[in-house]
C-alpha cells in the first residue's frame, strides 16, 4: 500500500517569510511524528499526535513552530519567521499505535532551506 | 534522559568485507531497539528491529542482538555490497516516554568500494 508522503519535496524560503509543510501518514495508522534531521543535530523529535489526544509538543524548538492534524490524518507543520537555522530536512512518520513495540514508517522528508 | 551512540563515519568498505556499526544506548527502562537506513537521496526505512534483551533482528543479511548486560545493539553484516552505500541510524524507543517518540543517534555513514 501507500507510504507516508510529504510535500513540498523540497521548499527554498526568505529568512522571515512562513512556511506549511504537509504530511499524508499510512491510512490507519493512529500516531503521527515529526522530525527534524539537520547537518551536526542529527534527528530530533518535533512533535506527536495519537487520536484524538492532546499532541505532544515537547520537541518544538521555539514557539514560531507549530503543528495541527485534521480528521486524525493529514497533519500540517507551521514555520512562521523561518531563520536560517530552520534549514534542514523535516521528516514525519508514522505508526499503527503509539507503542515502543512498533515500528514508524517515515515519508521521504521535506528539504527546507531558508534563505 | 535516553540517549544513543553511534560509532562517528564514514566507514569505507570492499564489497565482501564484513560490517559492523557499534551502537550503545541509555534508556530508563526496557526499549525497543530500531535499525534505520537512509538510501542517497531516500527517506528512513525501517531495516530491523529488537523489542526484548537477547532477541536478534535481522534483514537483508544484516543483524543485530538486543544485549541488555552491554546496553548495545550492534549492526552486522558479513558480506557487504556496494548497494549498501548509505547512512545507518540506530534508534530506541523507550517505555517510560508516554508518547513514544524515538531517540536517535547521529548516524553512520557506510560506503562501500568494488
Not at chain 1, 487520536?51 to 492534524?69: I, T, V
Not at chain 2, 543483524?63 to 541488555?68: Q, V
Not at chain 2, 546496553?71 to 548509505?86: M, P, Y
Request: glycine share 10%; aromatic share 10%; net charge neutral.
Amino acid at each position: 500500500g501507500a507510504g507516508v508522503s510529504q510535500s513540498p519535496s523540497n521548499k527554498v524560503t526568505e529568512k522571515g517569510k512562513d512556511v506549511e509543510l504537509r504530511c499524508d501518514p499510512i491510512s490507519g495508522h493512529t500516531a503521527l511524528y515529526w522530525y527534524r534531521q539537520s547537518l551536526g543535530q542529527g534527528l530530533e523529535f518535533l512533535i506527536y499526535f495519537q487520536g484524538n489526544s492532546a499532541p505532544d509538543k515537547s520537541g518544538l524548538p521555539s514557539d514560531r513552530f507549530s503543528a495541527e492534524r485534521t480528521g486524525g490524518s493529514v497533519s500540517t507543520l507551521t514555520i512562521q519567521r523561518t531563520q536560517q537555522e530552520d534549514s534542514a530536512v523535516y521528516l514525519c512518520a508514522s505508526s499503527l499505535a503509539p507503542d515502543r513495540l512498533v515500528a514508524q514508517y517515515f515519508g521521504p522528508g521535506t528539504r527546507l532551506l531558508v534563505l | 534522559g535516553n540517549s544513543v551512540t553511534q560509532m562517528e563515519g564514514p566507514v569505507t568498505l570492499s564489497e565482501e568485507a564484513f560490517l559492523t556499526i557499534n551502537c550503545t544506548y541509555t534508556a530508563t527502562g526496557y526499549p525497543s531497539l530500531f535499525w534505520y537506513v537512509q538510501y542517497p537521496g531516500e527517506g528512513l526505512q525501517l531495516l530491523l528491529k529488537a523489542t526484548k534483551a537477547d532477541d536478534k533482528g535481522s534483514n537483508k543479511g544484516f543483524e543485530a542482538t538486543y544485549r541488555k548486560e552491554t546496553t548495545s545493539f550492534h549492526l552486522e553484516k558479513g558480506s557487504v555490497q556496494v548497494s549498501d552505500s548509505a547512512v545507518y541510524f540506530c534508534a530506541l524507543s523507550d517505555p517510560n516516554s508516554g508518547n513514544t517518540p524515538l531517540v536517535f543517534g547521529k548516524g553512520t555513514r557506510l560506503s562501500v568500494i568494488a
